[in-house]
């Protein structure tokens, strides 16, 4: 994984989005703003003790594995595109780069984006109340297990979603750090 601060460019989101000159974002960084990184060897995710340890660690009970491309994603198009409005969710957010590769962009303690570059075998939590927002790379691939911390809650919460407890909680505990 790898992570900068995004340009203002609304050229294609499947871009990299670098600032120039390149500005960095350490894995210190985004442990300041909740979000954590493993990697992981992907080709035996199935019975990787590794990931094992993490699931159990962290309660992460279910998972399922998406593939996102135009040939496997019923209605690609549409769903890239709601993957990346801006949202957040009540609950963390828990993705594991199988392969292929991808963005995840997500706001700093300032309101900035940054962009986490991710690909196979790098494994990411967002906490819940963070915004953030989802799209592919140039590549239109990425398989993903998604995990979750019990039954699976699909519901996105697009900006402005200030008044949310967990949105509080979460500019809070910024303050805090």
Do not use: C
């Amino acid at each position: 994984m790898e992570a900068w601060y995004m340009d203002e460019s609304s050229e294609d989101q499947r871009l990299p989005h670098r600032l120039s000159p390149n500005q960095p974002v350490t894995r210190e960084q985004l442990q300041h703003i909740g979000v954590y990184y493993w990697k992981l060897n992907a080709d035996i995710y199935e019975n990787d003790p590794e990931l094992q340890t993490i699931r159990e660690e962290r309660g992460y009970s279910f998972m399922d594995i998406i593939t996102i491309h135009p040939d496997k994603l019923p209605d690609y198009g549409n769903k890239v595109k709601m993957f990346y409005e801006e949202h957040l969710h009540l609950d963390d957010e828990i993705r594991y780069i199988l392969d292929g590769s991808s963005y995840f962009d997500v706001r700093d303690k300032d309101d900035r984006w940054i962009r986490l570059a991710v690909s196979k075998g790098d494994l990411i939590t967002l906490p819940a109340g963070i915004y953030h927002r989802f799209t592919v790379d140039e590549t239109n691939y990425t398989k993903a297990m998604r995990l979750f911390v019990g039954e699976p809650v699909w519901k996105a919460y697009n900006r402005p979603a200030d008044d949310f407890d967990i949105r509080k909680t979460y500019v809070s505990s910024l303050r805090s750090s």
